[in-house]
């Protein structure tokens, strides 16, 4: 009998033993979850806000235009003598704060240690007295006049210009409008082709091209006729949707998981502060960018206009580097690398960064991949000589007299 009721007391005692052992794991990964929880907020509740200040690299404002401004940075280390400076402009989406986000994952602080000269534009905070500000005003007014300011200093020599996201769209219309003006052009996750090749997306990507192009030309008006601008509460929101689950989770789950790490959680609240700084979109230049490049991809058909003017991409005739990135889920990389279309090959570089859309950035992998190629990029065409340069100087049309040098600071 004995024998008989052993294996019959193994088959009710091994399912117990294995709830038991479950309920033990369970417990315990629980606990572990409240310890980390613990930690992150123990810290939370004793950081100040001058602990997440960003963009502290001393700069001055040395020209002004409107509410834009245009900062010069004090020099890092000793200027490479006959290195053009450099000129680096952000989209209206978001602030260019994010290139100067920490001592060291500063693209800004990176390109000052190797020498160069760093010039930024700033667009301010536009408001509903500039809902009617377009893509002339943006790209060939303001960005062109501070261009121009930045040319004369340079002893009117040609200058780079490195453009990031929709900053990087503005630069290349720019550059192709007015080619003898700069020595190169480097550009960012920026779109080019808005449309792709949504065949070879990967899962996850384009998913902001989709949505913009089954907007009908009458749903963006309506937005823009209603607010006047494209408000930055709803462009955040929608950013914030291509992610639900990271957006959802990274307040709660991401930030017990960093348990306390004072480094790891500088870095995340200086992001969050970043992403928070979300400005208004100009309502004009939002119509135009909906409509006339995410909808009727305007720039890649050559139907494109600033002030008049057809923008051809294959009059560029300056170096070109262009950096994407591999798991951007905001600009595809086919919508960037559609650029290389249109430059000559012996003109043209690509930089494939492994990451997301602002990791190309902030990441500690990109301070090395990108802001490393940046420089070494730069640096390496110190001596060759410009081919925009030799093309036939345009007479300016710009105008000029709403703008001003900031208090003779330079």
Not at 32 to 44: N, Q
Not at 177 to 192: D, K, M, Q, V
Not at 201 to 209: A, C, D, S, V
Not at 370 to 389: D, M, Q, R, Y
């Amino acid at each position: 009998m004995k024998n008989e009721e052993k294996p019959q007391e193994k088959e009710v005692s091994d399912p117990a033993r294995a709830a038991a052992d479950a309920w033990a794991i369970a417990w315990t990964q629980m606990i572990e979850a409240g310890a980390k929880a613990i930690r992150s907020s123990s810290y939370l509740s004793r950081v100040k806000a001058d602990d997440i200040a960003i963009a502290e690299t001393p700069h001055d404002v040395v020209f002004e235009i409107d509410k834009v401004r245009l900062f010069h940075y004090r020099p890092l280390s000793e200027k490479k003598s006959g290195l053009p400076p450099i000129i680096i402009c952000y989209g209206l989406f978001g602030r260019q704060t994010m290139i100067d986000l920490q001592s060291d994952r500063s693209l800004v602080q990176n390109l000052l240690n190797e020498g160069i000269d760093v010039y930024v534009v700033d667009w301010g905070n536009p408001t509903r007295a500039d809902q009617y500000l377009g893509f002339d005003d943006y790209i060939d007014l303001y960005l062109g006049s501070c261009v121009e300011y930045v040319y004369e200093k340079n002893g009117k020599k040609p200058v780079n210009m490195f453009g990031i996201c929709e900053g990087g769209t503005f630069a290349a219309a720019l550059v192709a409008l007015s080619p003898e003006l700069f020595a190169g052009l480097a550009l960012a996750i920026t779109p080019i082709d808005f449309h792709g090749e949504p065949d070879k997306f990967w899962r996850g990507e384009g998913f902001l091209n989709h949505w913009t192009r089954n907007l009908s030309q009458e749903d963006v008006d309506l937005i823009v006729e209603t607010y006047g601008m494209l408000p930055g509460a709803m462009t955040g929101a929608v950013f914030s949707s291509l992610t639900p689950i990271n957006s959802m989770t990274k307040y709660n789950l991401g930030l017990a998981e960093m348990q306390g790490d004072e480094a790891a959680m500088l870095n995340f609240l200086r992001m969050e502060k970043w992403i928070s700084d979300r400005p208004d979109h100009p309502g004009e230049a939002a119509r135009q960018w909906l409509n006339e490049l995410y909808r009727d991809n305007r720039l890649v058909k050559g139907t494109f206009e600033v002030s008049g003017q057809k923008v051809d991409l294959s009059a560029i005739s300056c170096p070109v580097l262009n950096i994407f990135a591999m798991r951007d889920h905001i600009i595809p990389v086919s919508c960037s690398k559609a650029l290389g279309k249109f430059v000559k090959p012996e003109l043209y570089e690509e930089i494939g960064f492994p990451g997301g859309h602002v990791g190309v950035f902030v990441s500690k992998k990109a301070q090395g991949v990108v802001a490393g190629g940046l420089c070494e990029w730069l640096t390496s065409k110190h001596n060759k000589t410009n081919p925009g340069a030799q093309v036939q100087k345009k007479k300016t049309t710009r105008r000029k007299s709403k703008s001003k040098a900031a208090n003779g600071k330079e």
